[in-house]
């Protein structure tokens, strides 16, 4: 193992031990039949042969997935220690997109391929992913687990239930619920007002029929009837706890610190007043360590957490990513959604509660979604149309921006298709290289990591570089009315931020209780910089509307509602469930 990033020659990690020459199916195959064509390495033996890692730091899922015992990998004599601190020797390097189209961008499709990429070049690198959610799964975005060439194996598990860590988030939050109603039942001790329960129930599917419910139905037996609803699970507080605590006994104290309801004097009650805390922690303490798989290149992929970055913060774990950092290099990790909303929050949430920062920053974008943002409709976007990519261009131009106020010089990645011109990807360049930004084409949809080694020497050429001196978009001591105009305003090319009454208010109140040092989590759509989705490229002088407030102090932010987005999604008009089985040899077909 080395200790410091060395380009193409003296790093000395363990050979792979498999001949890559897979069998693939041809170009345009279904993800599903590509992956089936790679046999995966045993876990034990990558864990061995990638990370060095012993038996007993590795707890087998099966032949081809794990779990990592954090308690042994910090004393383990053959990897880089995790310092008392949390400190490593890794390097760390962000992905982020524009903001998402129809026509696809490939963030997490990117992070794997850059990660098979700079492993080719010599250089020690994995990758941290989120766990995927079966909302999307089942609904219309499908899968988490990349495209083509460049995916995490075996993508039927990670799709689907994977190691059971989003499934544990739901029993620890409803059973929560459930000590909140039961508590009221038996002689509110606490003395909650049930008109002010504010913690709702999840379900890790799309159902809109569950937003609003009424529980206590029935008679007394049955508890007290209130109004209450369900979230999808990956929006859960919990989800956000577990994704930024840094061992079991910082997530018992974060469970314990959720507000769950308000007495009627106006007091909070908390999980830990409840009793809860406890048997949730217990609940999760296998979630709470973080799962390894591999890419197609037998390459190890770390995955942790699933917060969606509309709505949540949209970053894998703190623990997956120290856990990655003190075996590898480098290690390249996916912020949700676009720069805006993922990016942002991975720096003004992630990074700033749990000390990281990036040494190196990767935007990608898709000639296919520029010409989108430039008004093209999805059936003409093959044909080329160079006037409509400079105007979507714009989108682009901000999100590149944008990491440059955080102190971040990005690398741009043009995930190619095979639509894409010359002519469009010279004038990408073009307006790149106008904002000092270096932008590179990469194929390892099609090529997996072959495909992307321009890519990463660029990326590695900026990793032996002096880390960038990372700056926070805002101060914790501002309010935070000031912080989320401040990310409205500076990020979202908003003139204004609309606060409701009852945003307004219940920002007073988190203030008083003594939140307001909190960063800001902005729930909106992620399809435009604006609360508009059909808001295309980069629109300004809009006014971003704030609904509600809601603190997480568990978790250490506050959620700003914007606009009707919902933390509940529903199933479009064909979901995706329509067209996943299981065919006569018993294996999964219609899943992406």
Known sequence: MTTSLELCEGTTFVDKPHTFAPDFPPPGSPDIEIARAVKPMPIQQLAQNRLGLGI??????????????????RDGENVSPVSD??????????????????AGEGKTTTSIGLTDALNLLGINTSVCLREPSL???FGLKGGAAGGGRAQAIPMEDLNLHFNGDIHAITAAHNLLAAMIDNHIQWGNEQNIDSRRVVWRRVVDLNDRALRNVIVGLGGKVNGIPRETGFDITVASEIMAVLCLAENLEDLQKRLGDIIVAYRFDDAPVTARALGADGAMTVLLKDAMLPNLIQTLEYNPVFVHGGPFANIAHGCSSVAATRAALAVSDVVVTEAGFGADLGGEKFLDIKCRLS???????????????????????KADLNFENVTALQNGASNLVRHIQNLQQFGL??????????SDTEEEIAAVKALCLDLGV?????EHWAKGGNGALELAQVVAEELAKPSPEVTLLYPDEISLEE????????????????????????????????????PVCIAKTPYSFSSDPKALGAPDNHDLPVREMRLMAGAGFVVAVCGDVMTMPGLPASPAALNIRLDDNGLIEGLF
Request: proline fraction near 6%.
């Open 438 to 442: 270096t932008a590179v084409c990469a």
């Open 85 to 102: 601190d949390g400190s490593t020797t890794g390097k760390l390097v962000l992905v982020t997109a524009i903001t998402p189209t129809p």
């Open 355 to 377: 000390g990281l920062r990036p040494d190196a920053a990767v935007l990608v974008c898709t000639i296919r979604a520029l010409k989108s943002q430039g008004g093209v409709e």
């Open 483 to 518: 912080k989320v105009t401040k990310v409205a305003t500076k990020l979202y090319g908003a003139s204004g931020v609309s606060f409701s009454a009852e945003a307004k208010k219940q920002m007073a109140v988190y203030t008083g209780m003594g939140f307001g040092h909190l």
């Open 135 to 137: 909302g999307p799964c």
């Open 56 to 73: 007993e730091q590795v707890i087998p899922y099966g032949h081809y997935k794990a779990k990592l015992n954090l308690d042994n990998l």
């Open 409 to 418: 010089t990005p690398v741009v990645c043009i995930n190619r298709f095979p």
